[in-house]
């Protein structure tokens, strides 16, 4: 049990390019979220996994945002066009849903600086 | 938007001593749930209280739940030069099916002076 793993850890890019962020999850946790934080501020929730499903998504997700989980494994986070305002660190976490009270493991997040 | 408010934002205090952290939430939860985070680092668990519980140890760890008044306390003892961190308090709303959908609030921030 390696933890959450994300990567890259840091990016910088300029304004409208894109950009994707991974995520491998704790092996076998069938649940996987990602969260976006700015600084000074708790993280805020943006989507979340079922194992390959997408079951919900923040409305803080534009439509220059787009998550995916193809084989209920790793799951990648794409930011299409970005702004400045996307500039932040973006958590993904996971946990083993067992229907009461699921403890979420966080990994240690990707930095997006949008120049 | 946030569901609670840590109080207080900031906290300073010696090596040694203990350490108090107020979150309050606003909606009825099926759990709460400590993180730690250092600067610029991802989060770390600490505890989860379930609703059902009113308090819950690990280590040095204290962690009260008083669901009447929506609001849990992080008592951190003895308190080491490492505890200096953000402390998170986050809510997984009733209601929500159990989606692990965590709310955070803003945050503590601790210093511990060595």
């Known amino acids: 049990d390696t933890g959450v793993s994300q990567n890259p850890r840091h990016k910088i890019t300029k304004r409208g390019q894109n950009v994707t962020f991974r995520c491998d999850p704790i092996?076998?946790?069938?649940?996987l979220y990602w969260y976006r934080q700015t600084l000074g501020q708790g993280p805020e929730f943006l989507t979340y996994f079922q194992n390959e499903a997408q079951l919900e998504k923040s409305r803080l997700l534009s439509d220059r945002f787009s998550a995916e989980r193809p084989k209920g494994s790793f799951s990648t986070l794409e930011i299409q066009r970005t702004e400045q305002g996307d500039s932040a660190m973006y958590l993904c976490a996971s946990s083993l849903f067992s229907g009461s009270g699921n403890t979420i493991y966080f990994g240690e997040g990707s930095w997006l600086t949008v120049v | 938007s946030q569901q609670g408010e840590e109080d207080p934002q900031a906290l300073s205090i010696q090596e040694g001593e203990n350490a108090t952290m107020n979150c309050s939430y606003k909606t009825s939860i099926n759990n709460l749930q400590w993180y730690r985070q250092n600067s610029g680092r991802g989060l770390v668990h600490l505890i989860l209280?379930?609703?059902?519980?009113r308090e819950k140890h690990s280590g040095r760890l204290r962690v009260t739940l008083d669901t009447s008044k929506k609001s849990s306390s992080l008592l951190i003892t003895a308190s080491r030069a490492a505890d200096t961190a953000s402390y998170f308090c986050?809510?997984?709303?009733?209601?929500?099916?159990?989606?692990?959908?965590?709310?955070f609030g803003q945050g503590t921030t601790l210093q511990v002076k060595p």
């Open positions: 209280i379930r609703s059902n519980e």
């Open positions: 986050a809510t997984d709303a009733r209601g929500s099916s159990n989606t692990g959908k965590l709310i």
């Open positions: 092996s076998e946790h069938n649940r």
